[in-house]
């Protein structure tokens, strides 16, 4: 529903290994929190983000 940036998943793996540059490090937490605020802000009315079900 709220796909991550293609440049986020780019960086993933460099972060993830530490061998991310601090620029690297920077642009990956300015894109996480952007979509942190895409999934918070504006798909917070989005039925398809969030499934809740009673389980028996």
Known sequence: VVPAPPEL???MPTLLAGTASAAEETEFGR???LRVKRILIDHFDDPELVRLASQP
């Open 9 to 11: 998943q780019a960086l």
């Open 31 to 33: 894109l996480w929190q």
